[in-house]
């Protein structure tokens, strides 16, 4: 029989509920209470794709030492679910604390003996207080808050001040939540051992970090970057990022005398129609953008290599999901790197970049907008559901305040008068960019007829193979020119010299960081290289270069940021080894551990196998797959 756990700061609780309850108000104010304890909290929803009935479950890592990642297994289980009761008791790590809500008796058989069980009668307290429905689900919710946080000793003012916070405007609500988290506070005090083996404890860890989801963060960002226009059709995971912009816009992009509206934002028919939108706009000279995923992808991909051709800037955030087809709409994935980088038919090649955390999020945002412009081509923002529809714990945005929009090689009327000729397709400086003009800037020059198919540097259609060839030469310099301004990989060398290194990107990044650190205290050393962007830096080839063996991680089946290197680099094939994860859910540094530990051939019962997190072990790798250059492993078990 396992010893209860114990443990301050440091634990994984989740609750498990029905979607539509009201529950995510009360799991999202449990969350913001620990960090207003100064606790560092990662926190995930995993949510169903239909509006309400489905199972529901919101994950909270408490992580006093800073870990974002998801860490695997469950310390505490708030099991609000009765249909999925034997999953989520399932779950429980050995020693751990199942709190339930005991008004309906149930049978011995349904518990675990290596658990210590918490029952409160949550449906008889909440009947007992309010005669109303829809206030006995609402306030259920509230009353197990309070439970909570007596049996983890958190703090009750954190509580409350969070609840302040969440119906700020809406004052009058708060007396009535105040006495629902009462209620259940005092009903554990009185009737159970508080606080238990899970403690919470006031630390300073926090810092200046705030707490904000990608999508926010990116559409703050689009704002920031100057952009004036959006064209979207709803899609999950990305739908809140338009209306993040429309947010942000409504309190930034108002005249203030008039409060007339400087911006526009259009939901349009569908995805392909949003994309021709931006484009039509960004050729007018608006700096625009959409916000879509994996299927939109798919379904812009005429547009997007007009854009391409034509060279007319556009911005798409790509918030990825699980594919093929509409695949899991509400699980993470790394899956449209290449649909992205090579979207359209014929030959194309486009910019992609990768930010790790909502900070980045708001960072290429912006400059998404700046490269757009100096490239004269779509430039896409790849974010997934984990970034984007989760709350993360990261630096505040910085702006320096004398930073001007970068609009790239635009011609004014001045310019143009003094310009003896004007070739739209025309490299004039080596790199590639031609320049261009906005409709309407001159009355007699400047004018050029664009369209996605063949013409010579001067804009006039033909068919002939040279300019044909010319231009799509000019083309592929411009992307080899894009190399020298899109964000560098960031390099993490280990502490003592390292024969193999991994590279990673994207979410996968605080998983990485802190499997890098478990690998470190077993003694095995790897350089890290986290890339940002697409098309690679030289210093990516050098990077794997310098290495016997480079682990490359994502999550996708296919390993596709392992093709691209091969594809785009002179890397050599047989030293990549990939490290895939790709069951909708956010990869653990358990799962990496593990992984890369039999890869090296030094996986045993001994070493670090305390590491890996239960439910999130790595399978044996398939013949010719881990040990070799193919993809080393698949999906952890769910």
């Not at 310390?75 to 009765?82: H, Q």
Request: glycine fraction near 8%; hydrophobic fraction near 45%; charge should be negative.
């Amino acid at each position: 029989m396992p010893q209860p756990i114990t443990a301050t700061n440091d634990f994984v609780v989740k609750f498990a509920n029905v979607n539509g309850s009201g529950s995510a108000s009360a799991n999202g104010l449990f969350a913001k209470s620990i960090l207003r304890m100064g606790i560092p909290i990662a926190s995930r929803n995993i949510f169903p794709s239909n509006i309400q009935g489905l199972p529901t479950w919101f994950e909270v890592r408490v992580s006093e030492a800073g870990h974002m990642g998801r860490r695997g297994g469950v310390d505490m289980m708030v099991a609000m679910n009765p249909q999925t009761w034997d999953r989520d008791v399932a779950e429980i790590e050995p020693g751990g604390y199942l709190f339930y809500d005991s008004t309906r008796p149930m049978p011995k058989s349904r518990f675990r003996d290596d658990i210590t069980v918490i029952g409160v009668p949550l449906t008889e307290i909440t009947n007992a207080a309010y005669s109303d429905p829809r206030q006995r689900q609402l306030f259920k919710n509230i009353v197990y808050l309070g439970a909570l946080s007596a049996l983890l000793d958190m703090e009750v003012e954190a509580v409350q001040q969070a609840i302040a916070a969440q119906f700020k405007g809406k004052e009058k609500l708060v007396p009535a939540n105040f006495a629902a988290l009462e209620k259940g506070r005092a009903w554990a005090q009185e009737n159970l051992a508080c606080p238990i083996g899970l403690r919470l404890k006031r630390a300073d860890a926090v810092g200046e970090r705030i707490f904000v989801d990608g999508n926010a963060a990116a559409a703050l960002g689009a704002v920031y970057g100057g952009a004036t226009v959006c064209a979207w059709y709803p899609i999950t995971p990305s739908t809140s990022l338009a209306e993040a912009f429309e947010k942000y816009c409504g309190r930034l992009r108002k005249d203030p005398e008039t409060g007339a509206k400087r911006y526009a934002i259009v939901q349009a028919e569908d995805e392909l129609a949003s994309i021709g939108m931006v484009i039509g706009a960004a050729w007018n000279g608006a700096r625009a953008f959409t916000a879509t995923s994996g299927p939109g992808i798919s379904l812009m991909q005429e547009f997007v290599g007009l854009a391409y051709f034509a060279e007319i800037p556009a911005v798409i955030f790509d918030v990825q999901r699980a594919g093929p087809s509409t695949g899991m709409p509400t699980r993470t994935q790394q899956s449209d790197l290449l649909s992205a980088a090579y979207a359209s038919h014929g030959d194309t090649k486009h910019v992609l970049l990768l930010p790790e955390d909502p900070t980045e999020c708001f960072e290429f945002g912006a400059t998404a907008f700046d490269l757009a412009d100096r490239l004269q081509t779509p430039i896409f923002v790849m974010l997934d559901l984990d970034i984007g529809m989760n709350d993360w714990l990261c630096q505040p945005f910085t702006w320096e305040p004398n930073r001007r929009m970068d609009r790239g090689k635009v011609l004014d009327a001045a310019a143009l008068d003094e310009a003896k000729t004007f070739g739209r397709y025309l490299d004039v400086d080596g790199d590639g960019i031609p320049y261009r003009t906005w409709p309407g800037t001159h009355p007699e020059k400047g004018a050029f007829f664009t369209r996605g198919t063949s013409r010579d540097r001067y804009a006039r259609y033909t068919e002939e193979g040279a300019p044909y060839v010319d231009n799509m030469e000019r083309l592929l310099k411009k992307f080899g020119t894009a190399k020298s301004i899109v964000p560098r990989p960031v390099t993490i060398p280990a502490k003592q010299p390292a024969r193999d290194g991994v590279i990673f990107y994207g979410s996968s990044s605080a998983a990485m960081r802190e499997a890098l650190a478990a690998l470190e205290a077993d003694g095995i050393q790897l350089d890290a290289m986290r890339i940002r962007a697409f098309p690679f830096h030289q210093d990516v080839a050098d990077f794997v270069a310098a290495h016997e063996r480079v682990f490359v991680v994502e999550q996708n089946r296919d390993a596709q940021l392992r093709s691209l290197l091969v594809l785009e680099t002179a890397v050599e094939k047989a030293k990549l080894r990939s490290v895939l994860h790709y069951s909708g859910l956010p990869m653990t540094a358990g799962f990496v551990v593990e992984a890369i530990l039999r890869a090296l051939g030094l996986q045993s019962d001994d070493v670090a196998s305390a590491r890996v997190a239960a439910g999130e072990t790595a399978p044996p790798p398939a013949p010719g797959t881990a040990a070799s250059a193919g993809p080393a492993v698949a999906g952890p078990k769910l």
